[in-house]
């Protein structure tokens, strides 16, 4: 599958304009793209459906598994040797993983990372939670329109996706401590360059997976590394889609993943982190304090520490 002496490194994108999260990943691509090339690789970007939370009808959850589909097809049809996966908004993470658990050709994701904090007059703002509340003030009469307008454009003032542990920041998460994307992935802000220069490692990094042959999902994608992403998520505080998604992932990984692991896994999990909506911060905050890498060094002892991850450690 070698062309011209070089690995083909698909690029997987689900960039739209439909989908505001994913609206930068052009730019996140051309970033991967320079880390292919400089590692001798050949790299070729192609679209996948993208689903967004904020203008999808009814549901982008009716269609996670239709862009599981559209993604597996898509890396077993052409001839790649490895793939980078490019996502952000919610369902978006889980449905590339699930279609690359399924391809097995080595793959690594970069997601589109989260928009910088919210800011308005006095108050720090996170999309979701404050948007609520805020709407709740202006039904009661508290706000005006033209301070409701305000407020949104304060709260998505940059690229990304929500800045809370939503289920985009969460799933994120959950990808990273899976080991299927380079570590400190989840947590950088989207508008922040070293955004980019993650891209354009796990860029170089997809060239030697290809010339390796691996690592495949199916290594990385064991029921160690489910337990370590349940333990994670527990410490985060993340979205409760992400056991919807886990559930579904080990599936597409030829697991059983009951539920009663979930439950077993948060009795002995420490919740370690400050972040909206179940604490105060953003994740702007949270890439400040360390990010994930923090949380799963605190969580060592409890992790299988053997599980591997697209790096190859
Ligand atoms: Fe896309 Fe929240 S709307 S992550």
Redesign the pocket.
Known sequence: LVFDGRPVVGIANSWSELTN?NAHLRTVADAVKRGVWSAGGFPLEFPTISL???LMKPTTMLFRNLMAMDVEECIRAYPLDAVVLLS???KTIPAMLMGAASADVPAVMVTGGPMLRGHWRTEDLG??TDAWRLWAERRAGRLTDEELCEVESCMSRSSG??MVM???STMASMAEALGMTLPGNAAIPAPDSRRLAMAELAGRRAVEMARAGGPRPSEILTAEAFDNAIRADMAIGGSTNAIIHLVAMAGRAGMELPLSRFDELSRTTPFLVNVSPSGKYLMEDFFYAGGLPVVLKELLPLLHRGALTVNGR
Do not use: L
């Open positions: 999260c967004g939370e904020v952000g908004c919610d999309s979701g996706h929500c939503g289920t985009a």
